[in-house]
């Protein structure tokens, strides 16, 4: 049994959508003509788009879920199945549940890969977009040491967690990004509005102006003529650039110049060692094999040479090293991260410290982000204020060179 997505018009002409499970396209066209449907399109809904039965094209899901949606279903899955129903109509309440088109139709597909016989690590596996290695190797192990329930249990609160903390830093930054608009709006509509209507009363005049003045309207000048081209200029540098990171080596240079700069570098490294720590502690303690469980957790690692670092350890590791040790000799961890790996090591209590790590670093990587936002806003009003008081003077100065005359 697959899971289908189909268009049809039901009898008042309106065209419907939606998903349901069947063993062929022409099965599911039928269950919409008992309803009184005309189909319109039946497409087996799958991540890679593959041939149908009866003709149906394969739909192509090219999009994962976000991060908020593949919180809210682990966290479904994870109180469904430890509530002890079965995971088949676990899989069944997380579709309905779900009021997003993309993720009912994946939950959908999962439970028919499933009730066909196979696992639900091999059903996530069909939207590798959608779960994650880490996730899908975690649910694995969960299933081969029967505790899918708890694996799921870490899952949700991880999920959760990345998602409560992206939300934080995107509120963070919304005021600071509403300030820089502002400022640039602005000063661009003093620049290339005010200052212009001004200035003409002078030029009539035929009066010297300071230098202040005549910067101030050569800048003017410039954004009239040529801000167009300046916008679109900018506009193509940044498309340039993302273009740029497609390449590893110019995404390589760029990740290594961010862990040059003192704060960035600080909030990247912290950010990266914080997530390869709770990957890391997630799939050990789900028994994942160490080195099988570096491997998957250097993939959530986005910082390239950070990423290096860890594969590199790993084959450290694998010839006899400690982790610990491996990763010290990288030298892209913080301090801390260390110590506490090295004490879970020796104590054999490293899941345990590896989550303490994770919860360390992402407590400093916040502490750091809201202290820089915090520093940030007033020194963007102030910038703000000086780039203006600079505007009134430049026309200021005119006038009283004008008032001293007349005395």
Same mark, same amino acid.
């Given at each position: 049994m697959a899971a289908f997505e189909y268009s049809a018009l039901d009898g008042n002409g309106k065209e419907l959508k939606g998903v349901l499970e069947g063993d062929t396209a022409r099965q599911v066209r039928q269950q919409l003509r008992d309803k009184g449907w005309i189909p319109l399109s039946v497409d087996v809904v799958?991540?890679?788009?593959? $041939?149908?039965?009866?003709?149906?094209?394969?739909? @192509?899901?090219?999009g994962g879920l976000s991060a908020a949606d593949l919180a809210m279903v682990t966290r479904q899955l994870a109180t469904l199945i430890g509530s002890g129903l079965p995971l088949e109509e676990a899989l069944r309440a997380a579709a309905r549940q779900n009021e997003r088109p993309r993720t009912r139709a994946i939950m959908t597909a999962v439970r028919a890969r499933v009730m066909e016989g196979y696992s639900l690590a091999d059903g996530f596996g069909q939207f590798p977009r959608a779960f994650p290695e880490m996730y899908r190797a975690t649910v694995a192990a969960g299933e081969q040491t029967g505790k899918l329930d708890l694996v799921l249990e870490r899952l949700a609160d991880y999920t959760e967690g990345r998602q409560e903390m992206q939300q934080k830093i995107r509120l963070a930054l919304f005021y600071p990004a509403i300030l820089v608009l502002v400022a640039i709006l602005v000063i661009v509509l003093l620049m290339t509005f005010v200052v212009p209507e001004v200035t003409d009363?002078?030029?009539?005049?035929? =009066?010297?102006?300071? +230098?202040?003045t005549r910067g101030m309207i050569a800048i003017s000048d410039f954004l009239r003529a040529q801000g167009i081209w300046l916008v679109l200029g900018l506009t193509v540098a940044v498309l340039a650039f993302v273009y740029a990171l497609r390449n590893n080596a110019f995404r390589h240079r760029f990740h290594q110049?961010? !862990?040059?700069?003192p704060l960035v570098r600080r909030v990247v490294r912290g950010a990266n060692a914080a997530r390869f720590a709770r990957t890391f502690s997630i799939l050990a303690n789900a028994g994942v094999p160490v080195l099988e469980a570096m491997r998957i957790a250097s993939e959530v690692v986005s910082n390239l040479p950070m990423r290096?670092?860890?594969?590199?350890?790993?084959?450290?590791?694998?010839?006899?090293?400690?982790? /610990?040790? $491996?990763?010290?000799?990288?030298?892209?961890?913080? +301090?801390?991260?260390?110590?506490? &790996? $090295?004490?879970?090591?020796?104590?054999? @209590?490293?899941?345990?410290?590896? %989550? @303490?790590?994770?919860?360390? =670093?992402?407590?400093?990587?916040?502490? !750091?982000? /809201?202290?820089?936002?915090?520093?940030?806003?007033?020194?963007?009003?102030?910038?703000?204020?000086?780039? &203006? !008081?600079?505007? &009134?003077?430049?026309?200021? !100065? +005119?006038?009283?060179?004008?008032? %001293?005359?007349?005395?």
């Open positions: 799958a991540e890679r788009s593959g $041939a149908g039965d009866d003709g149906g094209v394969g739909l @192509r899901l090219g009363a002078f030029d009539t005049a035929g =009066q010297e102006l300071p +230098p202040l110049l961010q !862990l040059r700069i290096a670092a860890v594969q590199g350890a790993a084959v450290m590791v694998r010839e006899g090293s400690g982790i /610990s040790l $491996a990763l010290e000799r990288s030298g892209q961890f913080p +301090p801390m991260m260390l110590h506490l &790996v $090295a004490s879970g090591e020796n104590s054999g @209590r490293l899941e345990a410290m590896l %989550d @303490r790590a994770a919860t360390n =670093q992402e407590r400093e990587v916040q502490g !750091l982000i /809201s202290t820089s936002l915090t520093v940030m806003e007033p020194l963007i009003i102030l910038t703000m204020g000086a780039i &203006v !008081l600079l505007i &009134v003077l430049s026309i200021m !100065l +005119p006038i009283f060179q004008m008032t %001293d005359l007349l005395h």
